[in-house]
């Protein structure tokens, strides 16, 4: 039987085991999700019919806080994928030291196939379902591929009817008029991007650098945004659909408005932009490589083509612990997920206490804040990374399992989980 996507991920947690003098009890807890929920989301479609959906929510581990990571909509969604995402949610938080466990859901749908009203059902749907499991102090859901703030603001709503008052607590990533935070847009995005300037000397990359982002959603339209603001050339993009490149460089406006009106595609043939399959974009002549889309993007097949000599991952799981080994030893330096796309969840962080506290930050405070927290913590794994002459990656992850085991340990050594 081929190793699921939760076997691959664990390999990670062996391997910066090795790292740390752990009691075996801190291992046992972290090698299983602690509660995984399923049901079928059965809702009324515009046509009168009805349809159901497969959807789950997952609390892999609340040790160090309630459980907090995104809820997808994709038509691929499998329990395997919600779990280990659940599982990179809850070393994500433990690296940023957010007082936070890791959970993550998801719909298997397809949401671009769906009406606006009977996305709004299936959102509320959703909420209904989980709502025993969902709470402030127990598990707090957030965007990820295919939910946006609209979503997020259907599904507060939804929960506020459901528990009788007003609790913006519950959701981040929710709409600025209903408790949402400034900077939670870009925040993904804007992470990895603090982290990368903060590491350009390191690095060897900056203004001027070529870059290649897989991915124009949320995350990687921002990064593109971002880097093209102070200098770093974009010369590939692509989305599930198409990819375009350009050794000279797409200015970002003409990307965004592409994307925005006749798609990506429409850009092939003007100012030297190629058409590029999507999948290729792994192989692109670039400095810094965005992978900003799904998982195993780079895997052992593929990954003697990446000529980047910087990945930002801020996609979860983009790379297979199998390429990881291969571009470590060819010398590509991995700035991991659990650390470069660990922006959206600090941003949520921030909007959770501010709903808590009621008292709202500018979002000059979110960037500083933000920035300051991704340089702390970027700096100490390097510095660990470099110190035991280890990746980026294992280095992040003993960083985070530190922190967790310190928390197991201080819960006491007779919890027990009847759930
Ligand atoms: N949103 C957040 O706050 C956070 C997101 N992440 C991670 O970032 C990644 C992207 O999420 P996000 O930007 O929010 O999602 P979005 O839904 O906003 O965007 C997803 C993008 O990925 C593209 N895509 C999907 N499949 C493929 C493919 N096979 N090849 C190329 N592109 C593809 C989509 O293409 P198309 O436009 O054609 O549909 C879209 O442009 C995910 O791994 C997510 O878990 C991590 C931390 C926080
Ligand atoms: O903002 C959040 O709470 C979680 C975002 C998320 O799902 C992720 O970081 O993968």
Same mark, same amino acid.
């Given at each position: 039987?081929?190793?699921?996507?939760?076997?691959?991920?664990?390999?990670?947690?062996?391997?910066?085991?090795?790292?740390?003098?752990?009691?075996?009890?801190?291992?046992?807890?972290?090698?299983?999700?602690?509660?995984?929920?399923?049901?079928?989301?059965?809702?009324?479609?515009?046509?009168?019919?009805?349809?159901?959906?497969?959807?789950?929510?997952?609390?892999?581990?609340?040790?160090?806080?309630?459980?907090?990571?995104?809820?997808?909509?994709?038509?691929?969604?499998?329990?395997?994928?919600?779990?280990?995402?659940?599982?990179?949610?809850?070393?994500?938080?433990?690296?940023?030291?957010?007082?936070?466990?890791?959970?993550?859901?998801?719909?298997?749908?397809?949401?671009?196939?769906?009406?606006?009203?009977?996305?709004?059902?299936?959102?509320?749907?959703?909420?209904?379902?989980?709502?025993?499991?969902?709470?402030?102090?127990?598990?707090?859901?957030?965007?990820?591929?295919?939910?946006?703030?609209?979503?997020?603001?259907?599904?507060?709503?939804?929960?506020?009817?459901?528990?009788?008052?007003?609790?913006?607590?519950?959701?981040?990533?929710?709409?600025?008029?209903?408790?949402?935070?400034?900077?939670? *847009?870009?925040?993904? $995005? #804007? !992470?990895?991007?603090? +982290?990368?300037?903060? =590491?350009? @000397?390191?690095? /060897? %990359?900056?203004?001027?650098?070529?870059?290649?982002?897989?991915?124009?959603?949320?995350?990687?339209?921002?990064?593109?945004?971002?880097?093209?603001?102070?200098?770093?050339?974009?010369?590939?993009?692509?989305?599930?659909?198409?990819?375009?490149?350009?050794?000279?460089?797409?200015?970002?406006?003409?990307?965004?408005?592409?994307?925005?009106?006749?798609?990506?595609?429409?850009?092939?043939?003007?100012?030297?932009?190629?058409?590029?399959?999507?999948?290729?974009?792994?192989?692109?002549?670039?400095?810094?490589?965005?992978?900003?889309?799904?998982?195993?993007?780079?895997?052992?097949?593929?990954?003697?083509?990446?000529?980047?000599?910087?990945?930002?991952?801020?996609?979860?799981?983009?790379?297979?612990?199998?390429?990881? *080994?291969?571009?470590? $030893? #060819? !010398?590509?330096?991995? +700035?991991?997920?659990? =650390?470069? @796309?660990?922006? /959206? %969840?600090?941003?949520?962080?921030?909007?959770?206490?501010?709903?808590?506290?009621?008292?709202?930050?500018?979002?000059?405070?979110?960037?500083?804040?933000?920035?300051?927290?991704?340089?702390?913590?970027?700096?100490?794994?390097?510095?660990?990374?470099?110190?035991?002459?280890?990746?980026?990656?294992?280095?992040?992850?003993?960083?985070?399992?530190?922190?967790?085991?310190?928390?197991?340990?201080?819960?006491?050594?007779?919890?027990?989980?009847?759930?």
């Amino acid at each position: 039987m081929s190793a699921t996507l939760l076997d691959q991920a664990l390999t990670r947690l062996d391997d910066a085991a090795q790292h740390l003098k752990l009691d075996p009890d801190v291992l046992e807890k972290l090698k299983y999700p602690r509660e995984t929920t399923k049901t079928r989301l059965l809702i009324r479609m515009d046509d009168g019919s009805r349809k159901s959906f497969m959807a789950w929510r997952c609390r892999y581990d609340d040790t160090r806080g309630p459980t907090k990571g995104g809820i997808r909509f994709h038509p691929d969604a499998t329990v395997d994928e919600v779990e280990t995402l659940a599982f990179w949610m809850t070393f994500k938080c433990a690296v940023m030291n957010l007082p936070y466990g890791g959970g993550k859901g998801a719909v298997q749908v397809d949401p671009r196939k769906l009406s606006k009203a009977e996305l709004e059902r299936l959102s509320r749907a959703y909420m209904q379902a989980f709502s025993g499991i969902i709470g402030p102090d127990r598990d707090i859901p957030a965007p990820d591929v295919y939910t946006n703030a609209m979503i997020m603001g259907w599904m507060a709503d939804e929960y506020a009817s459901i528990v009788g008052r007003v609790s913006p607590a519950v959701i981040t990533g929710k709409p600025i008029a209903l408790g949402g935070s400034l900077g939670r *847009d870009d925040a993904t $995005a #804007r !992470g990895g991007f603090y +982290l990368l300037r903060h =590491l350009e @000397n390191e690095l /060897g %990359v900056g203004p001027g650098s070529r870059v290649a982002i897989q991915g124009f959603g949320n995350a990687g339209s921002h990064m593109a945004r971002l880097l093209a603001e102070i200098g770093y050339r974009i010369v590939a993009v692509s989305d599930s659909r198409h990819g375009v490149h350009s050794a000279a460089g797409i200015p970002f406006d003409r990307l965004i408005e592409a994307k925005r009106d006749a798609g990506l595609a429409s850009l092939v043939g003007s100012d030297g932009v190629g058409a590029l399959v999507p999948g290729d974009i792994v192989g692109v002549d670039c400095d810094v490589l965005v992978p900003a889309a799904l998982e195993n993007l780079i895997h052992a097949d593929n990954a003697a083509s990446v000529k980047a000599k910087v990945i930002v991952e801020l996609a979860n799981g983009p790379i297979t612990p199998a390429a990881d *080994d291969l571009l470590s $030893a #060819r !010398g590509v330096t991995v +700035l991991p997920d659990i =650390l470069a @796309n660990a922006g /959206g %969840v600090t941003v949520s962080y921030f909007e959770w206490v501010q709903n808590r506290q009621g008292y709202y930050w500018t979002v000059a405070e979110i960037h500083e804040r933000l920035k300051a927290s991704m340089e702390a913590e970027g700096r100490a794994i390097l510095e660990r990374a470099s110190e035991r002459k280890i990746t980026m990656r294992s280095a992040a992850y003993v960083h985070a399992l530190g922190r967790l085991a310190e928390a197991i340990e201080a819960h006491g050594t007779q919890q027990f989980f009847t759930s």
